[in-house]
């Protein structure tokens, strides 16, 4: 007679458990799949498919899950999920970033739409813009990176109760810093147009002050600023390709000093 007892389950439940806390914790801060608009059974899902996946070819930790080591693992592999996904994250804020720039200096500040995945008011220019960076990465398959990646922090950092090392949250931080620089490069030839328009029409209103610039200048700072993104188009596959390749290379350079 065959017989299934939960203390021979419990090797199997080990072996699956620890890597499933990494890709849930992943798929809470990482783009694309922490969507509001994805149900959470579908994540959960697909954290324990990809969990199977990558757990049967990992060694045994020999960590037990109702242990204050347990407990200490499992922070663990939260703290390093999270860290990878707000990493791939930050390229997706300096676009936005930039945007809510852009639209502050067309005048469009006001123009708001409710972002159901930042939970808040996003400018339309930023919603516009992120829409766009979405589609770029699921085209340049940044999923797939990011899987490859989730898979390959398994050998670096495998499950164990060994302390993490600081200096990979030190460069957690300075890779913040692509926030602001990304975003300022890509919106600094809009944001440099529309100050030149803005300070020849603050000439033209002390030279003839019978024109009225407040009627001129809405409309002629938004068609000049929607013109100038339509040029930017060019441009924004190349640009968010190389900051995909910097952010990638920043998420392998954390594991490592982590690590």
């Given amino acids: 007679m065959l017989t299934l007892s939960i203390v021979s389950l419990y090797p199997i439940i080990n072996q699956f458990f620890w890597p499933m806390l990494r890709v849930l914790a992943l798929f809470t801060t990482a783009p694309l799949f922490n969507e509001k608009s994805i149900s959470k059974k579908t994540k959960i899902g697909l954290a324990v498919i990809i969990s199977l996946l990558i757990g049967q070819n990992l060694p045994n ?56 995945a930042a939970g808040g008011n996003m400018p339309v220019i930023a919603r516009i813009l992120n829409l766009l960076v979405t589609l770029l990465f699921l085209t340049f398959n940044g999923h797939l990176w990011l899987l490859n990646i989730l898979s390959e922090s398994f050998v670096l950092l495998p499950v164990s109760a060994n302390t993490l090392n600081a200096n990979g949250f030190l460069a957690l931080t300075y890779a913040a810093g692509m926030i602001f620089k990304c975003g300022l490069m890509l919106g600094l030839p809009i944001i440099t147009l529309l100050l030149t328009l803005n300070l020849t029409l603050g000439l033209l209103n002390r030279l003839t002050p019978q024109l009225s610039i407040f009627v001129v200048g809405f409309p002629l700072t938004l068609s000049i600023g929607m013109v100038a993104m339509s040029m930017i188009m060019y441009t924004l596959a190349p640009f968010f390709e190389n900051m995909m390749e910097d952010v990638f290379e920043h998420l392998s350079n954390i594991l490592i000093l982590l690590a």
Avoid at 93 to 107: D, K, S
């Fill in 61 to 116: 930790s020999h960590v037990e899950i109702f242990s204050f080591a347990g407990l200490w693992v499992g922070a663990q592999q939260f703290i390093i999920g999270a860290a990878m996904g707000l990493t791939v994250q930050f390229i997706f804020v300096a676009v936005r970033n930039a945007g809510e720039i852009i639209g502050l200096q067309m005048g469009l500040s006001f123009a708001t739409f409710f972002d159901p």
